[in-house]
């Protein structure tokens, strides 16, 4: 009788033994767990972050206009002057010429941008041969021979522009604009003047 209290009480003893929390420590969360809570701190922190905003620049040609058949009397290519003759006399101009296209560009913006706007090619020449003479004049008289072609007048604009990232909307905001600029497209020919 007294082995059995004995072993009833030892049995006793084990299962609440068992029972009994083995630490104070909290135990460790599953590992899905922690992946979701990993996430959130994620998911959180980018909420809270502002957004990223983009810069970039542009130019603008504007308020552009042409004039066709316009006589550049800045390119001269040719002069003669009468030298002698009873009650006048006649000279000639005789030679060749080459004349390249002309581009004024500002702000930082390159001639070949401003020659994309315009229709011309920044790099386009003509050459050609002169062969005139005058009609009777007076001795002194002198006769000059000009490139002709194609001049555009326009300015140039300086933008800024800002986009948060992600989207396609851009905000652009005027910086500068420069004063009224000149271009030259030379066509063969030549005008002879005085």
Known sequence: MKKILRITVALC??????LAPASAAEAPLPDSMATEAALSGQIDALVASPLAQVTMYKYTVVN??????????????????????AGGGRCTI????????????SLGIGVADVAANLGFS???????????????APVGSSFKAWATGTRATYQVQYWKGTKVT?????NWVLQSTSGTL????????FTVGQ
Do not use: D, E
């Open 94 to 105: 005789s030679n060749t010429y080459t004349v390249g296209t002309s581009i004024q560009t």
């Open 182 to 189: 000149t271009a030259f497209s030379p066509v063969q020919g």
């Open 13 to 18: 003893v084990l299962v609440f033994s068992g």
């Open 64 to 85: 552009v206009q042409k004039t066709s058949n316009w006589t550049n009397k800045a390119l001269q290519i040719g002069l003669c002057k009468v030298a002698a003759g």
């Open 122 to 136: 920044a790099t386009k020449t003509v050459s050609g041969t002169i062969a005139w003479t005058s009609g009777v």
């Open 166 to 170: 992600g989207q396609t909307n851009v």
